[in-house]
């Protein structure tokens, strides 16, 4: 038999509980969604304190990550533009690509908020974010932002 956490047991005697005095199994719902909500913010929680291996490198004075998707128009217009920076400023600059309508880019969606593809996250050498976009983003533009943090 599977053990259960606290948190579990709660929800099964609220659920229990909810249901002798309603009898009503849509609460039943009710209590396991504020239960998926509450594990689900508990996760983005620990993933947003994780800086990742691919975020967090000293050897870069700054890491660009693109969440998008290769079968997004404006995310296919950056590619040429994420390759370009990483050839000018290799060694300062270190590109990262989430396509965030895979399975395994997803959680990077969720990681940083994003409401829009494609958008573009600047982090300094620490693997703190110090900029952000949404959108298309010009290489001239980028290049400025990536100045910021002296790359040359």
């Known amino acids: 038999m599977k053990r ?18 309603t ?9 396991e969604n504020k239960q998926k909500e509450v594990t689900k913010a508990e996760e983005m929680g620990n993933k947003q304190k994780e800086v990742t291996k691919a975020e967090k490198n000293e050897n870069y004075k700054v890491t660009f990550i693109e969440l998008g998707s290769v079968r ?5 217009k950056m590619q040429p533009i994420m390759k370009s920076v990483e050839e000018k400023y290799a060694g300062q600059v270190k590109v990262v690509f989430y396509d ?27 693997g703190k974010e110090y900029f952000r976009h949404e959108g298309f983003f010009a290489e001239e533009e980028l290049v400025k932002v990536l100045k910021q943090k002296g790359v040359e």
């Open 100 to 126: 965030v309508w895979t399975p395994e880019g997803s959680p990077y969606g969720d990681k940083y908020n994003i409401n829009v593809i494609p958008t573009q996250v600047f982090l300094d050498a620490e």
């Open 4 to 21: 259960m956490n606290l948190k579990s047991i709660l929800l099964v005697l609220t659920v229990i509980f909810t249901l002798s005095e």
């Open 72 to 76: 997004c128009i404006p995310c296919q």
């Open 23 to 31: 009898g009503c199994t849509q609460t039943v719902e009710k209590e």
